[in-house]
């Protein structure tokens, strides 16, 4: 199983960008998947989760801002930035909880990172 996120960049203050992050490999169902991010000299944090029902959920920092979706079919999630401020600088990561098959056990995967860097 491999997560590979695409669409990070270089932006300034106020603009927009869209993350997305491919599930592939051997799987045979998602539950959760999220964004985390990691800014310089700083802890990982969450960002934005959206369930198998596609509830989602977001940090307290980017509510009303961003916004978390999924394609099932593609395997697919994506991150929906706006109004993008310095501070959202960071290595953005997608996770996936998901099961390879009928008989196992869901398993968090993670991608690669992409990085977003919002000037002033």
């Known amino acids: 199983v491999q997560l590979q996120a695409f669409g990070g960049g270089l932006v300034q203050a106020g603009g927009s960008l869209r993350l997305s992050c491919a599930a592939s490999?051997?799987?045979?169902?998602?539950?959760?998947m999220d964004w985390y991010r990691q800014p310089p000299g700083k802890e990982r944090e969450l960002v934005a989760t959206?369930?198998?029902?596609?509830?989602?959920n977001y940090a307290d920092s980017v509510k009303g801002r961003f916004t978390i979706s999924r394609d099932n079919a593609k395997k697919t999630v994506y991150l929906r930035m706006d109004s993008l401020k310095p501070e959202d600088t960071a290595v953005y990561y997608c996770?996936?909880?998901?099961?390879?098959?009928?008989?196992?056990?869901?398993?968090?995967?993670w991608g690669q990172g992409t990085q977003v860097t919002v000037s002033s």
């Open positions: 996770t996936a909880n998901l099961r390879a098959d009928y008989y196992a056990g869901y398993v968090r995967y």
């Open positions: 490999g051997r799987i045979f169902s998602i539950d959760d």
């Open positions: 959206i369930t198998g029902g596609e509830s989602t």
